[in-house]
């Protein structure tokens, strides 16, 4: 009796170990699968914001006209996109900009454009008097119907170039005019990416030899502030021609 008491209790002890040791080994193997990655990931979306919508599909809130005061005209709200009526006869005087300020961000958004038309989104643009227009100080992302255009257009100024700048690469797909396209800029410390329907179509290091070549040598070297704010708004540019925008989404980093 007593030897079958022992064996049933050395049997429970055997059991108890092994089963402790299984679980101390499944929390070793969870801790050790977690890739540097993933650590990487969770790090950066504990340090970064959350989404912002900057149009709510219904009005112009959060916005207002470049160094102006007062009710914006030349946009307005349609089908819950925000739409560039084309009023500028230039690209002075028409250009909208948000309220807040921003510095290293991820901004997404849809557009499209009408047969010809030419328009754009800026970041880190500066108010002030001394300007005429948000593109003295904010980098372009180029928003243009690259076919229909009626002049001809350089490299670097077809859609989803760093206007002036940097051209579109080969990865570029552009939708058909009056077709939504998708978009965005990410802006991290001097790290520059243009995305266009999926695709990376631009990357560069703002500052760089190259970079700072290109500033002072082509059309930005009579623009002395032209992309030197680390923060800014962010501005959608009226052209004189339509442009629609919508889903226009921003993320702080």
Request: net charge negative.
């Amino acid at each position: 009796m007593k030897s079958k008491m022992y064996r049933l209790v050395f049997i429970g002890i055997t059991a108890t170990v092994i089963a402790c040791g299984g679980n101390a080994g499944s929390e070793n193997d969870s801790s050790a699968a977690v890739s540097p990655d993933t650590a990487a990931t969770t790090s950066q979306t504990k340090t970064s914001g959350e989404w912002v919508s900057l149009f709510d599909g219904r009005t112009l809130g959060g916005w207002h006209g470049y160094n102006k005061t007062g009710e914006v005209k030349n946009w307005t709200v349609q089908d819950s996109a925000l739409v560039c009526l084309g009023a500028a006869k230039d690209a002075h005087g028409g250009d909208l900009v948000t309220d807040k300020t921003y510095g290293n961000f991820e901004l997404t958004w849809d557009w499209k454009v009408d047969k010809g038309s030419n328009s754009g989104v800026m970041y880190h643009v500066i108010e002030d008097a001394k300007y005429k227009a948000p593109y003295e100080t904010g980098p372009e992302y180029q928003v243009i119907d690259d076919i229909g255009f009626p002049e001809k257009l350089e490299d670097w100024q077809k859609a989803g170039a760093d206007y002036a700048m940097t051209p579109a690469n080969d990865k570029k797909q552009l939708k058909p005019v009056g077709q939504w396209n998708s978009s965005s800029i990410l802006y991290n410390n001097g790290h520059v990416e243009h995305w266009l329907n999926g695709e990376k179509v631009v990357e560069f290091e703002a500052g760089s030899d190259d970079w700072n070549k290109k500033r002072t040598e082509g059309k930005w070297k009579d623009y002395p502030d032209y992309a030197k704010a680390k923060t800014g708004k962010i501005a959608l540019q009226d052209h004189g021609n339509k442009a629609y925008y919508r889903n226009i989404k921003i993320r702080e980093l």
